[in-house]
């Protein structure tokens, strides 16, 4: 099993500027999550999905919207990024009965 | 859920066991403990959960006072690989409600 994969690792956006982060897992979690994490800080909670074709708001959902039109993918997209959304994006993963969650690599995104 | 209460950071000596407390004083019944850990720019990892027992896998021990009012993550021979944010958390068994970190323990493990 590949786990959870995240692509882009890195990318630099401009201000304004539209993207989409990349989500897969290959173990047929129901459950999927997406994280940011500002330097020196804890992890907070974006989006997240019980199934395919649900999803729910998070902690800091302002400015992104998420879909899942299938169970192995949940992409993370930025309307119109703005410098505060400069962080490290993790997606995460897990069966809905326990919390045993996997959590992907990470996208550095920086917003100039 | 239970909040959870950490200390901001530890340290330990390379190969002395790193123990870890957690306070969760106000926790439920149907309500687990769970561990992970987040090394350096990585994703945080899973490493061990328990309901009233005591537990132990490849990776720690989880020691649970009898009252479940607080907990010690043990890392019996820690290593300068273990060092990391560790986080406590309480949840219930199984939901739909998301995952929620907060702050963690900074362990330093000191050669």
């Known amino acids: 099993n590949a786990g959870v994969t995240q692509t882009p690792k890195f990318q630099v956006l401009k201000t304004g500027q539209s993207m989409t982060l990349q989500c897969a897992q290959d173990m047929n979690h129901e459950y999927m999550s997406w994280y940011r994490q500002d330097p020196g800080m804890g992890l907070r909670l974006i989006h997240y999905s019980v199934g395919a074709g649900i999803t729910d708001q998070g902690e800091v959902p302002n400015g992104y919207n998420v879909s899942r039109s299938t169970t192995e993918d949940f992409p993370l997209r930025l309307l119109s990024a703005a410098p505060s959304q400069t962080s490290v994006y993790f997606c995460?993963?897990?069966?809905?009965?326990?919390?045993?969650?996997?959590f992907g690599p990470g996208t550095r995104l920086t917003v100039t | 859920d239970a909040k959870t209460t950490q200390p901001p950071s530890m340290d330990c000596a390379e190969g002395r066991a790193a123990n870890l407390p957690c306070n969760h004083s106000t926790i439920s019944g149907n309500e687990y403990v769970y561990w992970y850990r987040q090394i350096h720019s990585q994703g945080p990892q899973y490493i061990i959960h328990g309901l009233k027992n005591n537990e132990t896998n490849e990776m720690a021990s989880l020691i649970i006072t009898e009252d479940r009012k607080s907990s010690t993550l043990i890392l019996p021979h820690a290593t300068l690989r273990d060092t990391a944010v560790y986080y406590c958390i309480v949840r219930v068994v199984a939901g739909n409600t998301p995952l929620v970190f907060g702050k963690g323990t900074r362990l330093s493990v000191i050669a």
């Open positions: 995460a993963s897990r069966k809905r009965e326990v919390y045993e969650q996997y």
